[in-house]
């Protein structure tokens, strides 16, 4: 839904995108998908060094989590990207609005960091920066359709498997542990018949 959002913003192949949570399920899906339908992506990675996995799903460049103390104070950052999708909220989606481009895009679909956001609205008004929420609940079944037809087709990336682990109800815990930890990556499919 954040992809199909930034390109009915306009912003089309080539276009430079920061994508945060990078080696999470969605950052990495998001990675993988932009980079297969030529955009450069730039990831940002996490708490631990996954690098190597998030270059490996398409990112032309990894950054590392920015400190909020070097950007505190600074209504605006050097304009970087053409748009952003965040996966993370809080210090991250701040960051990405105010390093986004003007008439930019950003698109914020969770809040695994925080739910609280600290800027200013000079990105909105200096820049003419554009956030769009990104409700997958509610998403009209237009929408959806769309969005799957895109997945089916241009969008389709054959490594997707790759960023999937299936485990077993039973043994779910360890991985909740690993997502708390901050050292989990992709997608997990929980097998609920065994």
């Known amino acids: 839904m954040s992809i199909l959002k930034l390109t009915d913003h306009g912003i089309r192949g080539g276009s430079e995108i920061l994508v945060t949570g990078g080696s999470g399920g969605v950052g990495s899906s998001a990675v993988s998908i932009l980079s297969h339908a030529g955009y450069r992506v730039t990831a940002v990675n996490g708490i631990y060094d996954e690098s190597s996995f998030i270059k490996s799903m398409g990112a032309a460049e990894v950054i590392d989590i920015p400190d909020p103390a070097e950007s505190a104070g600074k209504p605006l950052l050097k304009d970087r990207w053409d748009a952003a999708l965040d996966t993370l909220g809080g210090n991250l989606l701040s960051f990405a609005l105010r390093s986004v481009k003007s008439n930019g895009a950003v698109t914020c679909c969770g809040n695994a960091a925080s739910a609280d956001l600290s800027l200013t609205v000079y990105p909105f008004i200096l820049r003419g920066i554009t956030l769009y929420g990104i409700d997958s609940q509610n998403c009209p079944m237009q929408t959806r359709t769309r969005a799957w037809e895109?997945?089916?087709?241009?969008?389709?990336?054959?490594?997707?498997?790759?960023?999937?682990?299936?485990?077993?109800?039973?043994?779910?815990?360890?991985?909740i542990e690993k997502i708390k930890a901050g050292k989990h990556r992709g997608r997990i499919i929980v097998d609920m018949q065994n």
Do not use: D, F, H
């Not at 997945?151 to 790759?162: M, N, R, V």
């Open 150 to 175: 895109m997945l089916a087709g241009i969008w389709k990336y054959p490594w997707i498997e790759s960023i999937s682990t299936e485990v077993r109800l039973q043994n779910v815990i360890p991985e």
